[in-house]
């Protein structure tokens, strides 16, 4: 089924360890984004990508990094977890500005 | 300060009542979307309204996006236990990122 695939579904680091977040699309979307979803402070973007080796920063990007090497992939790279980075982490992709978003199904991350 | 407030924040109700949630904003918006989320799943977008003073129907859903292009409001017509959920509304004023507003969530009672 086409979509956005996230993976992994649920994750456990320890404070000062990294990690990659995996997100792909097969919807050949030119724009993703990630978001963190926190009780009481709804979707935040963390970064943003509006095509192929394109990427900018949200609204909360410090502690992660993005890359946008092909069209489908648009992976999340936490450099050294916190456990403020504690939080649903959403991929999401689109057609372009005025289309909606596909969301994946999510990462749970805890960081203790 | 929040781009887009929504209201109510928490709504609960007894099946077949009718409901209104609200989602607001001092920004203009190219268009403004809808979603629906439920317990351990993504977004799923509902509708997205682009013209102002326009009314889009799904269902029992009624949405209209204001004649300002300031504001949207989503109407559900004798709610049903499968329309709970948290409902958030999207836009992005201009040629920006989408940004969210923090959801109401919805609990329809049996």
């Known amino acids: ?112 | 300060t929040q781009l887009l407030e929504q209201s109510p924040q928490f709504l609960s109700i007894q099946e077949g009542e009718n409901l209104t949630v609200y989602c607001n904003s001092s920004s203009v918006f190219s268009s403004l979307q809808w979603y629906r989320q439920e317990p351990g799943e993504g977004p799923v977008l509902l509708v997205t309204v682009v013209t102002g003073g326009e009314v889009k129907k799904l269902k029992r859903l009624t949405f209209q996006f204001g004649d300002a292009r300031k504001d949207s409001s989503l109407h559900i017509t004798a709610a049903q236990p499968g329309d709970t959920g948290l409902y958030l509304c999207a836009g992005a004023p201009g040629n920006t990122p989408l940004v969210f507003g923090k959801g109401t969530r919805l609990s329809v009672i049996a």
């Open chain 1, 1 to 112: 089924n086409a979509g956005v695939t996230q993976t992994p579904k649920f994750q456990v680091l320890k404070t000062g360890q990294s990690m990659t977040l995996q997100c792909a699309q097969d919807m050949n979307h030119e724009y993703m984004s990630w978001y963190r979803q926190d009780p009481g402070m709804g979707l935040r973007l963390i970064h943003y990508s509006v095509g192929a080796g394109i990427t900018d920063q949200g609204e909360v990007p410090n502690g992660y990094n993005v890359s946008r090497s092909t069209t489908e992939d648009f992976p999340l790279r936490l450099l050294s977890a916190a456990p403020s980075q504690t939080s649903v982490y959403f991929c999401a992709s689109r057609r372009g500005q005025n289309y909606g978003y596909t969301f994946g199904s999510g990462t749970r991350l805890t960081v203790v």
